[in-house]
């Protein structure tokens, strides 16, 4: 029995509306076996029902003494200008047609009408008020996170105090916040419009992209946080592999935009290893994000290229041993010979003003230094530039 009544209370609440008794009842009949329902007998007890009980949805008869189905419908709006209200009649005409469609009414269906016909109105009904429920669902969730991500930058605001750490925070967050940025305007263009069924899935999807970026900025937070503590970033074992295809889904908006070809030719033997997973993901992005912005001025097809494999290597510090190597290779204009001993210098840029930090090679440097490797460039004017990235593969965790 306490399952049945928690059936019944998670079907969507109908509210029939019709003051003669026989048209009511047999709504009530061709709806109750989806739907919980209930029913009034004038405009004046619906509006008591709806305020009280809030229905997903309301079908009203338009012609009723005292209150039209019309009134009815404007004072529903007046409360809720989101509600969904059917109207029925008997006696159609042009002039009840137009009133109820200026009024928002969501459909408007003559008397006597098909079992079949009520029934399809009402699931498409149903389904824009599921849509619109999950829509606010989703733009709630949305705000609850750039609140956490704004707790989390002023608790950084506070506490950091090593002389650079605020501009190299600024840089490694303008990368995920970017893309926040990229995807909350999609999520607004989608809210905005009612689309066809099935945009639900793709908010969901846009949304999820948001909340992985959240959290990268939260986990960008509480690295530096533990950079100001001198204390190391977290090791972690991960694979490379889907590291890097991370870092292409998140930047896919901007490669479209920019009509950027990305492709990517990984080693599948790669096994997982230990490494710094956020560390290693912001190197990979301000790679690829460097990559994108120097073929989006190319007068044809701008491309990327992105491979990984093992290799026998060695560094000045670390003996020979197997390596993870990452190339990642542009076909834009490339770097001129006289800058490139000094692209890895913190605060030179090759970029225009305001459109670069200056810091993100530099980074990306150190973290391969972190991890006991090296990320090395060559380059050539008019051709492209092509960074590689060797780093030991660690299957045991390291020592600390």
């Known amino acids: 029995m306490a399952t049945q009544a928690g059936d019944q209370a998670e079907k969507p609440l109908i509210l029939v509306v019709d003051d003669e008794n026989g048209p009511r009842e047999s709504l009530k009949i061709i709806l ?12 004046i007890s619906a509006l008591t029902i709806f305020k009280r009980q809030n229905p997903e949805l309301v079908i009203s008869d338009v012609r009723m003494p005292g209150m039209s ?6 004072k529903i709006k007046a409360i809720d200008p989101e509600a969904t209200v059917i109207l029925i ?8 047609a137009q009133e109820a469609l200026r009024a928002d009414a969501f459909d408007y269906i003559n008397k006597p009408y098909d079992v079949k016909e009520i029934q399809a109105v009402v699931t498409k009904a149903l389904t824009r008020v599921r849509e619109r429920h999950n829509q606010h669902r989703l733009l709630h969730q949305l705000q609850a996170w750039n609140r956490d991500l704004q707790e989390q930058i002023g608790q950084l605001d506070q506490k950091a105090t090593v002389a ?6 600024i840089h490694d967050l303008n990368n995920p916040m970017t893309v ?9 263009d989608s809210l905005d419009s009612n689309g066809p069924e099935g945009s639900s899935n793709q908010m969901e999807e846009f949304m999820g992209i948001v909340k992985t970026q959240v959290e990268r900025c939260v986990a960008l937070t509480r690295n530096f946080l533990d950079f100001a503590r001198q204390a190391s970033g977290k090791w972690e074992k991960s694979n490379v592999n889907e590291l890097i295809q991370d870092t292409m889904f998140v930047l896919r908006v901007r490669m479209m935009k920019q009509s950027v ?21 912001q190197s990979l992005y301000n790679l690829v994000a460097n990559a994108i912005d120097a073929v989006c001025d190319r007068p044809d097809k701008g491309a990327i290229r992105i491979a990984t494999r093992i290799i026998e290597h060695e560094t000045k510090k670390q003996s020979a041993a197997e390596f993870i190597q990452i190339i990642i290779e542009d076909n834009g204009a490339g770097i001129p010979e006289d800058k490139l001993k000094q692209i890895f210098t913190p605060f030179f840029t ?11 090679l530099s980074i990306c440097q150190r973290v391969a230094e972190e991890h006991q490797g090296e990320l090395l460039v060559h380059s050539q004017s008019g051709k492209g530039t092509c960074f590689t990235l060797n780093f030991p593969l660690l299957l045991e965790a390291p020592e600390r």
């Open 32 to 43: 109750s076996p989806n739907y919980r329902v209930v029913t009034a007998e004038d405009g």
């Open 69 to 74: 189905g019309i009134s009815l419908l404007r």
């Open 89 to 96: 009649t008997g006696y159609a005409s042009i002039q009840t």
């Open 164 to 169: 650079d750490l605020s501009a190299e925070l």
């Open 180 to 188: 926040l940025q990229g995807y909350i305007s999609l999520l607004e």
């Open 261 to 281: 070809e990305c492709s990517f030719q990984p080693d599948p033997d790669i096994p997982d290893s230990w490494f710094m997973p956020t560390a290693m993901q």
């Open 350 to 360: 090759t970029k225009e003003k305001g459109k670069g930090t200056g810091l993100g």
